[in-house]
């Protein structure tokens, strides 16, 4: 692979080039073959996954937000382990979510754009959290709210229980004569997962894995009730106003969420919380998601059970993948029963004072896009255009964003000197460059032809995306030419 930086009307060459090679969770190679599938546990714990998309960590009151927006994640929080510098592979809803349910670079289970290309459903082959659970004799279920994480992204493997009933409503209405975008059709609140969650728990004897996927945060046009509104917060300017709202979504969405917890066996679940991504609000420029700056790629995650000590913070960088292999670990399950995952168990974390195991965190976002953020006057829109695609490392303080299509404007960062990443140092760096370079050649992470030919994109699903502020490189263009 080669990391230079080629003219922008190369780049479907390139593409096509890279596509040339297979990929995609291929088990034909020893070191991907799973392992054997485990017994039912018929005693074994439950477990909860929750995502919370587009949820940055610093807006979190439990990871030091002045605000309190998360009263029932902190409170999951100082009974389980939160990790402070969790890092996810993808900063876009569907690619990402694959990352967390197969613990599987983005290069490794072959879901890699958002739409408008091959490369957008996670292959049959890849072996899923829900595929493994129900495998042990659990029962599975998912409920989720939005269209970027539903069946036709192939998220939906190995749940019995796969809730996505908001999408069945007609197409029409979906853009209004005004160009006001109705994403009611595509995405619902919190409160309606919540009850749809609450209502197969109540039924359910025998252990289970469930997922829940909260969406709230990502669109402020779905607005929580107004009791989670401070109406004082909504008398600035424009980027004011969505900032509270953005806290508001946070605090209703962790109010559904205590809700979940309220009926659980506390005594008898594992319970892992983490987001998908974060969302720009202004900094560097950008307002959604889809760039690998640390207020999008920087998330929450926590993960408390009886067996995990309480009120234990992990300062050292860990991943998104590391979380499915941490759970099984909690969850009892012995590592050679296990599917073949690119993350660890970060279990010995747990322990005081344990050592930073210096993970190095990659992490992508290939999708060529303009992302238009709703906002709360109609005859205003922001509007983020990326026209590049980006592979970041972290290793150590340091961070590398390479810019694949415009190699002259990657970027270097030291954390540990600049959090707020407003000092590129690749210009003054080119030795750290070249070795983070060629870290990045050497892990073999461009897009590669998928091993069978997948379901096209259809136009509907464009449309839903579409919906929820996403549009792809020839919409671009067209904007462009206006």
């Known amino acids: 692979m080669s990391l230079s930086s080629p003219n922008r009307k190369t780049i479907a060459t390139l593409l096509a080039a890279a596509l040339m090679l297979p990929t995609g969770c291929d088990r034909s190679e020893p070191q991907d073959e799973p392992g054997s599938p485990p017994a039912a546990i018929a005693a074994g714990p439950s477990v ?21 927006t998360s009263p029932n994640l902190d409170r999951l929080a100082e009974r389980g382990v939160l990790f402070e510098r969790a890092y996810v592979q993808a900063s876009v809803t569907p690619v990402s979510h694959a990352c967390i349910l197969t613990g ?65 409503g007609p197409e029409e209405g ?21 009850d749809l ?3 197969w728990l109540k039924k359910q004897h025998d252990p289970f894995f469930m997922w829940v996927h909260y969406f709230d945060p990502h669109d402020p046009m779905v607005v929580p009730p107004t009791d989670f ?38 005594d008898n679940t594992v319970i892992a919380v983490i987001a998908d991504h974060g969302e ?8 959604t998601h889809g760039i690998l700056y640390e207020e999008q790629i920087h998330v929450p995650m926590i993960v408390a059970a009886p067996s995990v000590p309480a009120g234990r913070r992990v300062p050292h960088n860990v991943r998104s993948i590391d979380l499915l292999p941490t759970i099984l670990d909690v969850a009892g399950f012995d590592a050679q029963a296990q599917p073949a995952m690119d993350g660890q168990s970060l279990v010995p974390l747990f322990e005081p004072d344990a050592p930073d195991p210096g993970l190095t965190i990659y992490s992508d ?34 961070k590398y964003i390479h810019h694949f299509m415009h190699h002259q404007e990657s970027e270097l960062f030291d954390l540990a000197q600049d959090p707020d990443e407003s000092h590129n ?21 461009l897009p590669k032809r998928p091993e069978q030919t997948e379901k096209p994109m259809s136009d509907e699903d464009a449309r839903r995306l579409r919906s929820l502020g996403y549009v792809g490189g020839d919409e671009e263009e067209e904007e462009d030419d206006d």
């Open 48 to 68: 909860l996954l929750i995502t919370i998309d587009t949820t940055r960590a610093d807006h979190l009151s439990c990871y030091g937000w002045p605000e309190t």
């Open 104 to 168: 599987l670079h983005t290069y490794n289970h072959g879901l890699r754009f958002l739409h408008g290309y091959e490369m957008t459903t996670l292959p049959d082959s890849c072996t899923t959290a829900a595929e493994f659970f129900h495998d042990a004799g659990y029962d599975t279920a998912a409920f989720v709210s939005a269209f970027p994480v539903a069946k036709r992204f192939g998220l939906h493997q190995g749940f019995d229980v796969f809730d996505q009933d908001f999408l069945t």
């Open 174 to 194: 979906r853009v209004s004569q005004q160009g006001t975008i109705n994403t009611g059709l595509n995405q619902r609140r919190a409160d309606k997962t919540t």
């Open 197 to 199: 969650a609450l209502a």
């Open 229 to 266: 509104v401070d109406p004082s917060a909504l008398t600035g300017t424009q980027q004011e106003k969505l900032r509270s709202l953005y806290d508001a979504e946070i605090r209703f969405m962790d109010q559904q969420i205590g809700r979940l917890f309220d009926k659980l066996d506390l």
């Open 280 to 287: 720009g609000l202004g900094d560097h420029d950008w307002w």
């Open 365 to 398: 976002a290939l999708d060529l896009k303009m992302y238009r953020f709703a906002t709360l006057d109609p005859a205003i829109r922001f509007v983020d255009r990326k026209p590049d695609m980006l592979l970041s490392l972290i290793i150590g303080d340091h």
């Open 425 to 445: 140092l690749a210009q003054a760096s080119p030795e750290i460059v070249m070795r983070m370079r060629q870290e990045l050649q050497a892990l073999d992470c």
